[in-house]
């Protein structure tokens, strides 16, 4: 099982915990990982409200490298990164006229867009590819007790259309099957296909952190120990803002926020250090100790 | 087949104002849908039930309502796609409007929006003596905002008007679009002033909710995005909605990924010492946790292709 590995931004920068927790949770699996060290950024969705064009293309040359490097599988570890590529590719799968302006700028480089490549995201792929049954054989410290919310951050449940749920539905409830395989209890709330606000969070901070206030109360009123997110966007925003989102709403909420991969870590017996637990803002030693590590 | 309404109703002369969901089981045509099973609730079992409703067939908007917590329109939603293994199906009101009874919520909310934005064409220069006239091509980027029929459902589950009453929401958003887009009106640059302000194009956190929620592919974060595309184009960007797209477009176009340092720095003004105080705390935070960013950021090896790239497209 190779892929080539799209590591995305955040996962080296703003969340450089993430990046070694998923690359020790693939190894684990026999995953292998071809990173794309020529692959630009996806554009996020921010660079699309400058130029869609530009994300666009972008995002074709990325598939195409992966062609080129003899992959039809692109691996992902950010929900941001999933969406933004997926709908690129739905857009130019389902116009010609449009992939050929496309393949035209590519040309330099001598790449070709052709649509035969698809990102998938870790979830995705340890549902899809791995199987539960050989995750399970690894599981050696189950999170039994441990109460865990799921949060998947917009772009892995929409737009569905270019998501692929019509072939695999079972993507849209990946989280909690991996939260129950591990052992731990799904605590299932509204929020969690909802947006964490931090797209807006420049723009209107009150309203960001707002949505943070929200998500994470109801999950901890709902008595999560935790919330995991295969989204470091979400993390940043979930995380980073949470102090300002106590505050705001008048209580404390100390909820730790897991990447989606430091959970199945956990659960694999990696030790906190390793997964890079001490390096978010929120203290995350409560689900530690609950998981019999402290 | 048989089928399970839970349905979420309120009724604003009851003694206590909660609402409470009320259950029916009906046996109805495997093709009825969830309006079909509403109207014959109310026909057969219950007359209380408020619904609103007119066309049945999607053309309206009339009947736009929550089905599964998600928005859609109630004549357009199958049950035989919305049942859950045990045949049940969830029927709220819309969400952001306030319920007036059970499925019908006031919908002013929804309409001043759209008024706010002058949805109407404002040309300029002298009245031509017959009609303006726009051509064919100039219109078709414009097919898909017209298609909406102001059902309200992309405002219902819109996530940031869950927090900001003040947003202009997704409906009239798009509306915006489809005159600004329109090359018979003559207002733009005043519309770009009104939709750059606190609550208007930028304030959208592209969740994508309101693209799922359409029944008509109205699709109004993409409109939104076109309009974010086309006042920037038109100059207008001084927003930090605008220079915090920019920055980002530049650090990519330099090193072919995100540099989140100089985006996070930036973004609100080098000199901005009260925003740069402002975000202190976060960052200081993020460090101690070793959270931060690498401080040297090293650009792809092939960055000069991403750079053509961005040049090519630039130069369109
Ligand atoms: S994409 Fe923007 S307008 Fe649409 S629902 Fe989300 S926040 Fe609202
Ligand atoms: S944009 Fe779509 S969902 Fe929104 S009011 Fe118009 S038709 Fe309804
Ligand atoms: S009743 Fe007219 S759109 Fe549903």
Known sequence: ?294 | MQVKLAVKRFDPEREQDQSYVQDYTLDVPDHYTVLDALIQTREEVDESLAVRCSCRASICGSCAMRVNGHAGLGCKTKLLDSMDKDGVVQVEPMGNQPVVKDLVVDMSVFWNKIRAVKPYLQPEGPEPEREYVASNDSMLKLLQTMGCIMCGACVSDCTVLEVNENFLGPAALAKAYRFVGDPRDGATNQRFGELDEPGGMWDCTRCFECVEACPKGVAPMDQIMNLREEAAAAGFTSTIGARHAEIFADTVKHSGWLDELQLAVKTPGMFNIGAQLHNMPVGIRAFLRGKLPPIVHKAIPSVRFVRRIFEKIEED
């Not at chain 1, 998923?22 to 026999?30: I, N, P």
């Not at chain 1, 660079?47 to 692109?74: C, S």
């Not at chain 1, 690894?138 to 692929?164: E, H, N, T």
């Not at chain 1, 300002?244 to 659960?267: D, E, N, T, V």
Request: glycine share 8%.
């Open chain 1, 1 to 294: 099982m190779k892929y080539a590995f799209f590591p995305g931004c955040v996962s080296r920068g703003g969340c450089p915990e993430l990046y070694p927790a998923a690359l020790k949770v693939c190894e684990r699996l026999g995953i292998e990982l071809d990173e794309m060290v020529d692959a630009s950024c996806t554009g996020a969705g921010v660079l699309q409200e400058k130029n869609k064009k530009l994300g666009d293309t972008l995002n074709a040359r990325t598939m195409a490298i992966a062609e080129r490097m003899g992959y039809d599988t692109i691996m992902v570890i950010c929900s941001t990164c999933q969406g933004v590529m997926s709908r690129a590719k739905y857009t130019l799968d389902n116009d010609d006229t449009y992939r050929a302006e496309i393949n035209a700028l590519l040309a330099e480089e001598e790449l070709v867009y052709t649509g035969n490549v698809q990102p998938k995201h870790l979830l995705w792929v340890l549902i899809e590819d791995v199987g539960l049954d050989k995750i399970r054989e690894q599981v050696q410290q189950p999170l039994s007790g441990v109460k865990l919310a799921p949060f998947y951050g917009c772009y892995i449940v929409r737009p569905s259309d270019s998501l692929g749920f019509d072939e695999n539905p079972e993507r849209q409830t990946s989280l909690e099957t991996l939260i129950e395989l591990v052992g731990a209890e799904t605590i299932d709330f509204a929020g969690k296909t909802r947006c964490c606000g931090f797209p807006i969070l420049t723009i209107n901070e009150k309203a960001s952190v707002n949505m943070v206030a929200n998500h994470t109360g109801d999950a901890k009123d709902l008595g999560a120990d935790a919330m995991v997110t295969p989204c470091p966007l979400c993390h940043l925003n979930l995380d980073g803002y949470q102090p300002a989102a106590a505050k705001q709403r008048g209580k404390s909420i100390s909820l730790p926020i897991l990447h989606f991969p430091q959970m199945m870590g956990l659960a694999m017996g990696m030790s906190a250090k390793e997964l890079g637990l001490q390096r978010h803002v929120i203290d995350t030693k409560p689900v530690q100790k609950k998981v019999g590590q402290v």
